[in-house]
């Protein structure tokens, strides 16, 4: 069973950067795909953003593209989300999941 411990949220001002981690614990880590959402005030959890279980394949929400990248590193059992040029509507829970399991999510606050 694989667990996972999102990091590196933060509050920023628009236009900043973040990069998340969510690291995992568990053999299946390196089989599995793993993805990015978020959740903000008030509204359903989204898609942000996803890879392939051997990082060949990305894919983003229309809303992210070109601002975040997806990446892996199976060695360290760790996903990460790197986030340029933030919006206040970038704003939200991150949550990260692998299968069927999610971590525990963390806060990005952009301000405007």
């Known amino acids: 069973q694989v667990q996972l411990v999102e990091s590196g949220g933060g509050l920023v001002q628009t236009g900043g950067s973040l990069r998340l981690s969510c690291a995992a614990s568990?053999?299946?880590?390196?089989?599995?795909?793993m993805g990015w959402f978020r959740q903000a005030p008030g509204k359903e959890r989204e898609f942000v953003a996803a890879?392939?279980?051997?990082?060949?394949?990305?894919s983003y929400a229309d809303s992210v593209k070109g601002r975040f990248t997806i990446s892996r590193d199976n060695a360290k059992n760790t996903v990460f989300l790197e986030m340029n040029s933030l919006k206040p509507e970038d704003t939200g829970v991150y949550y990260c999941?692998?299968?069927?399991?999610w971590g525990q999510g963390t806060q990005v606050t952009v301000s405007s």
């Open positions: 999941k692998g299968g069927s399991v």
């Open positions: 890879i392939s279980w051997n990082g060949g394949s990305t």
């Open positions: 568990g053999r299946a880590f390196k089989n599995v795909a």
